[in-house]
């Protein structure tokens, strides 16, 4: 048995939350088209005869405008200091760009062992592939390159195979049946998120943030009471949020609640608030207090 951690990085968007959940076969991270979707480090598990791989899901790495943009790169920096093996994601679909380069500097400095992932096979010719791996390596020494398409399964199970050599020996890190370690509390948050990223469009989904502020299990009722917050910074979004009688703020609320009543079983109360908080997303300890605690 081999197990061990392994870190997702890659620009926004690259479709590393995609392809944690087509190895998991769950919906571990939320995905949206949307630059920025993952704010946080969330872990995705998969077990294989092989032994057990913990999957690092971590946010875009960008050019930060604000402190969450600050927050979200040193999630990533983090994640790439402490695991067995780096997973580099590039955009099949796109070119390699500044994001990509800023990120490679992170790698290289980390001296851990790389594998490329070059992502959206189903989107790229053969050529384009090639060229991108060709870009890569000559500014990065990597271990191995795999194409992947998390649309159609291509090349999942040789990236499971090439990963294993990577890992330490010893026995599984987390139980069999587990597929991520975070509790129901920030699911639930994540998941109002999503549907707040899927309604809403422009400068809305950036602005965004949920925190779960209450979760009470009431199992005589087999019933989950939720209490959120969703955070806006502008008086004009929450209006948005809300919507016309509260047609948006409703939307939200009944796909949220009938996606957490799916994935645990049970009956869900929701109840969601919407607030203002300005410029949070330029507050370093508003943005801590979000995303770690
Ligand atoms: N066609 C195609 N689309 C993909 C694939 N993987 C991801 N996508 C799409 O790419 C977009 C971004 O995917 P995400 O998984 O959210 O990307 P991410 O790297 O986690 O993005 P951030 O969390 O914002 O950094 C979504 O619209 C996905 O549906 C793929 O293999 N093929
Ligand atoms: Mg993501």
Known sequence: MRSGFVAVVGKPNAGKSTLINALTGKKVSIVSEKPQTTRFK???????????????????????????????????????????????????????????????????????????????????STETLSALEQEVKKVLPVEGVINVSAITGEGLDLLLEKIFPFLPEGPALYPEEMVTDYPLSIQAAEIIREKVLMNLHQEVPHSVAVSVTHLEEKPEKNLIAIYAEIYVEKDSQKKIVIGREGSMIKKIGTLAREELEYLTGKKIFLELYVKVKEKWREKEAFVKKLYLS
């Open 42 to 124: 969330i872990r995705g598990i998969v077990n294989h005869p092989e032994g057990q791989i913990v999957f690092v899901d971590t946010p875009g790495f960008h050019k930060p405008k604000d402190a969450l943009g600050e927050f979200l790169n040193s999630q990533v920096a983090g994640t790439i200091k402490e695991v067995d093996l780096i997973l580099f994601l590039v955009d099949g679909s796109r070119e390699l760009n500044e994001e990509d380069r800023l990120l490679i500097e992170e790698i290289k400095k980390s001296q851990l062992p790389c594998l490329l992932v070059i992502t959206k096979k189903d989107l790229a």
